[in-house]
Structure formats: C-alpha cells, structure tokens
C-alpha cells in the first residue's frame, strides 16, 4: 500500500498570504495524484488532478505541482473561503490512498 | 447538473448487515466508474470499493474486503454497497463518488450516509 504523508499538519495563515502544502509518497505515483479541499459538513471537493492539472470551476489561485514521490498544492493569496482540510490522495495503486489531511487555519 | 443521493444509513449492531444506496442523475452512468469512500468521525479520508461502468471489475480495501459488495444497474442509474459483519471501526459518513474518465480521482461527491454500528 502506497502511503501518503501529508505536511504540515496544520497551516495557520492570514488572508491574502501565501500556502505550500506538502504531500510525500512512500514510493513513485508517477502524476496520478489529486488534491481535495474539505469543509465541516460538506463532502470533498477535487482541486487538482494528475498533479498540476485544476478541476473545472477551480479558481487560478490553486495549483498544483510535482511527480514521482513529491508533490505541492499552492494557493497564491488566500482567500476568507479556502481555510478548510486538504487531501492529497493517489490513484497510480490499489488501494487507493489518501494522505492524513493538512488543517489550513485563520491565524 | 450531476447529482449523487445516497440512502440507506443508520444505526446497526455489530455483526449486522446494512445496505447503502447512491441514485445518480445528470451523467451518462454506464460511462463511469463509481467508489465509496469513507469518513469516521473525526478523521480522515479512506477509499472503500469501486467498480467499473460496466459493473464487470471491482477492487476493494483490505479492511472491508469479504465483507462488503459494491454493485450497479446502469439501467436504474443505481449504485450499491451491501455491508456484512459490520465492525465498531466500520462507522462513518459514506460518500458514493463519481471517478473522472479513466482515473482513479473522485469529481464528483454525494453528500454522504451516516453509519453507526454499535451495541
């Protein structure tokens, strides 16, 4: 099983600042990897897909970078909605794997 | 408009069976592989099943293999999960997923089935 470790843990930032979250797997995915954005109460929502690539309707703000075992989810000035749970998860292996999720916070 | 229902959550002892339901609309279903993915309470993110549009392959995780069935009717535009031998660890929010074309990524998400197993 490919495991995913996602860094940090939590991300405590301002609005309009700048987030780099870190996603490292246990061995290559080549470029199958996706980003996903939580809300309390909501069902996830695709960010990004095959590393850099944006969902439709993802604003410009978010994107996505790396291959192999590492791998970045930027968001280039934050916005009021973006503090929410992140996830990485992969889709080169079964099982699929998702990492353990980075908390983006209101500092 | 694509639109993922699922039903079919509730309280279940363990040891008990519950079946959960996904209705879809908006998508050519047949076109799609679909997933379960789960969420305990509190944490994070874990596949469960899928299965192709066809309905003919089917991949499971370890800790529900042999004990859960992920199945469709793409003349219904239905996907199910039939849980057996439910486990304490077995509650959670289960989303049903929409895959994207030939990937193992999730566009689209219900809004989930709440199950609890306990005594």
């Known amino acids: 099983e490919i495991v995913l470790t996602q860094s940090p843990a939590t991300l405590s930032l301002s609005p309009g600042e700048r987030a780099t979250l870190s996603c490292r797997a246990s061995?290559?995915?080549?470029?199958?990897l996706a980003w996903y954005q939580q809300k309390p109460g909501q069902a996830p929502r695709l960010l990004i897909y095959?590393?850099?690539d944006r969902a439709t309707g993802i604003p410009a703000r978010f994107s996505g970078s790396g291959s192999g075992t590492d791998f970045t989810l930027t968001i280039s000035s934050l916005e009021p909605e973006d503090f929410a749970v992140y996830y990485c998860?992969?889709?080169?292996?079964?099982?699929?794997?998702f990492g353990q999720g980075t908390r983006l916070e209101t500092k | 408009e694509v639109q993922l229902l699922e039903s079919g959550g509730g309280l279940v002892q363990p040891g008990g069976s519950l079946r959960l339901s996904c209705a879809t609309s908006g998508f050519t279903f047949s076109s799609y592989a679909m997933n379960w993915v789960r969420q305990a309470p509190g944490k994070g993110l874990e596949w469960v099943a899928i299965i192709s549009g066809t309905g003919a392959n089917t991949e499971y995780a370890d800790s529900v293999k042999g004990r859960f069935t992920i199945t469709r009717d793409n003349s219904k535009n239905m996907l199910w999960m039939q849980m057996k031998s439910l486990r304490v660890e077995d509650t959670a929010v289960y989303y049903c997923?929409?895959?994207?074309?030939?990937?193992?990524?999730?566009?689209?998400w219900g809004q989930g089935a709440l199950v609890t197993v306990s005594s």
């Open positions: 061995q290559s995915v080549s470029s199958y």
């Open positions: 998860q992969q889709g080169s292996n079964w099982p699929l794997t």
């Open positions: 997923a929409k895959a994207r074309p030939t990937t193992s990524n999730f566009d689209y």
């Open positions: 095959d590393a850099s």
